[in-house]
């Protein structure tokens, strides 16, 4: 099973920008989708930004759309998440994923979770 480690949360200001990093053990095949989700407190937790492994589709939240930026680098297998003019509500532990069966904006379908990294998010 491919393991997933997340860094570069942090605390910031609105308007400050921060990037996610995840990076992948094992192999990872073209089929697959990677994703971020996150949950803020009292909350479900939900998609944010996906991507296809192979051809680089990307997919965003409307919340995030035109602020956030997901890519991924296949030979380090590295997936980032390019978060800018952060605001309060973006506040969340954030998580990256991957599901084997391609396109999902559903936690549940998701084969392979990281341990999250805290982003905060001050006014």
């Known amino acids: 099973q491919v393991q997933l480690i997340e860094s570069g949360g942090g605390l910031v200001q609105a308007g400050d920008s921060l990037t996610l990093s995840c990076k992948a053990s094992?192999?990872?095949?073209?089929?697959?989708?990677m994703a971020w989700f996150r949950r803020a407190p009292g909350k479900e937790r939900e998609f944010v930004a996906g991507?296809?492994?192979?051809?680089?589709?990307?997919y965003y939240a409307d919340s995030v759309k035109g602020r956030f930026t997901i890519s991924r680098v296949q030979a380090e297998n590295m997936v980032y998440l390019q978060m800018n003019s952060l605001k309060p509500e973006d506040t969340a532990v954030y998580y990256c994923?991957?599901?084997?069966?391609?396109?999902?904006?559903?936690?549940?379908?998701?084969?392979?979770w990281g341990q999250g990294t805290q982003v905060t998010v001050s006014s």
């Open positions: 094992g192999r990872i095949f073209s089929s697959t989708f």
């Open positions: 991507i296809r492994w192979g051809v680089g589709n990307t």
């Open positions: 994923a991957l599901d084997r069966g391609g396109y999902s904006t559903m936690h549940s379908t998701y084969d392979s």
